[in-house]
Each structure stands twice: as C-alpha cells, then as structure tokens.
C-alpha cells in the first residue's frame, strides 16, 4: 500500500496561511504533481474546520487535478470553535456516527467521491474498537474510503484497533524528526517495519524549530559539516535523515512556497551512509548511542 503514495506527502493544514487565491493554490498542486508528490494530507479540523473546503475551492478551478490525487484526510478530534457551536469541551470522538459523518463532511468539502486514506486523528480513550471497526466496514463498502489508518497511536493502541478490522490498518501518522526521535525507541517503528505499515512522519522538520539550531550545539555542527560535505541544507539532511530508515518513513512537508518544496523533494537524491546516520542521531540526542 505504500507503494501507492508518493514518498513525500505534501501537508496542507497552513493552506490559510498561505494567502493564496483558489486558482494559485491549485497551481502549487500542479507543481506538487510535477515534482513526483501525488499525496495530500488533510483533517477536518485544519484551519478551525476550513482546510478541506479551501482545498476544495482550489480543486474546483482545475478539475482535471483531482484523478491525479491521492488525497489523505483524518477525523476523531472535536475542537471548540464557532464552527462547532455543539461543543463545550475539546474533545475526542471515533464513534460509529462521527467517523461516518466526517468522513462524508470531507468529502464534500473536497468535492471528490472517495477519500484514499482516512485517519484516526488521536486515540480516543473512549474508543470502541469495535464500532470504529464498523464504521470503516460502512465505508469501505460504500466506496467512499478507500484504506484505514491512525495518526498518533502507540504500538499497543495500533494492535487493539487493528485486532477488530477484517483490513490491515495501513499507516500511522507520527511526529518523528531530528528533533523528536521517541519512535525510533518506543516500538512504532518496529511495528511499523513488522506489519509492513506506512509510517507517515509529522513535523519532520521540527516545527520550523530545525531551521533555527543553535550553529554551536552539537547538532548544528554535525548539519553543518554534513551540509558542506554532501552540499545539502539542514532541511534536507532531516528528510534524508528520515528516508534512510528501514521502515519507509513517509515524511509530510508543509509549505506553500514552491522552491522550498523543490529543494525538500531533492533531499530523495541524498543518500546518508549508516555512520552519517548515526552522527545525526547521536548529536540530536546529545549522547553516544549506549
């Protein structure tokens, strides 16, 4: 399955931001397209309940765009919002209802027919695995959901949901970086690699955060010195960083300024040997491995 997506997987939750009419964000989309990027990731919640309707608007200048997508989209998190007047309390939902209307509200948004991967945004610990794995069998048998995943489960969270479903769940949506390195020790990985799962990396970049490392700490010598040696920055030694490992990290990349996603798309030509791979890990860790 994660042969189908494109590595890098363009995020889209500043598209409000990004201070662009319709027609010129579908413009970046066809750039996307150009550069090898077919997959764009989307939530109900992004941009206060208007992310998948912007995109939408974009789409709906260029039709034509839309077979050429693989659009990603995740549900489960209720924000308090004058969108929602319903809610009182953040919150989180994967009922059978909710999961199903989201799902539905996103797709019209979009304007498309069948959403290719859907994700449970967080996990709900009033989750019943059971009605989840229900409202994935509705609409998987409608034709409105293609494939299943999850955004910020633990392995042991992962297992429970993926113990209910008749369909292996497909990916699961991290924060991994330089800067957020957890999943290497606490299992996603390897359970991803095991399973054969896509993990999908969220802020690989640090938040914006690894663009400003200190040039004296540890780190920010080891980007340099690598930087000057493979003629990279340190943008894209992180997302080569990530490609390097085994478990096929697919990172999504957020930006509205093409040549920035140009040079992170060239960061695929970068290869890291095990030993540079390491001197990353070590300085953003600040240790020697034990």
């Known amino acids: ?112 027919e069948q959403l290719d991967l859907l994700l449970i945004h967080r996990p709900d610990p009033l989750m019943d695995a059971d009605e989840v794995a229900e409202a994935f069998a509705a609409l998987k048998q409608a034709g409105k959901v293609k494939a299943f995943g999850v955004s910020n489960f633990l392995p042991h969270q992962f297992e429970l949901l993926q113990s209910r479903l008749a369909e292996p769940l497909v990916a699961n949506q991290i924060e991994i970086s330089l800067l957020h390195t957890a999943p290497l020790f606490d299992g996603s990985l390897d359970l991803a690699q095991r399973q054969r799962t896509m993990p999908q990396a969220w802020s690989p970049l640090g938040g914006g955060r690894l663009s400003s490392t200190p040039a004296e700490s540890a780190l920010g010598r080891v980007l340099q010195r690598l930087g000057d040696e493979l003629h990279a920055t340190p943008e894209q030694l992180a997302i080569a960083w990530l490609l390097r490992h085994p478990a096929r990290i697919h990172p999504v990349v957020g930006s509205g300024k093409l040549q920035r996603i140009r040079e992170l798309v060239a960061a695929q030509n970068l290869a890291l040997d095990r030993q540079q791979w390491f001197e990353l890990l070590e300085a953003a860790m600040g240790r020697e491995m034990p």
């Open 1 to 112: 399955m994660s042969s189908e997506f494109s590595r890098l997987i363009m995020g889209v939750w500043r598209i409000g931001d990004w201070a662009m009419r319709p027609a010129e964000v579908a413009d970046l989309i066809e750039a996307c397209l150009d550069l090898g990027i077919d997959t764009f990731d989307l939530a109900d919640i992004y941009n206060g309940y208007q992310c998948e309707a912007m995109f939408g608007a974009a789409l709906a200048t260029r039709p034509a765009l839309k077979p050429r997508l693989k659009l990603i989209s995740k549900c489960g998190i209720a924000l308090v919002t004058p969108a929602r007047p319903q809610h009182r309390v953040k919150h989180y939902n994967t009922s059978r209802a909710h999961i199903i209307a989201s799902a539905e509200h996103s797709l019209q948004a979009i304007g498309v």
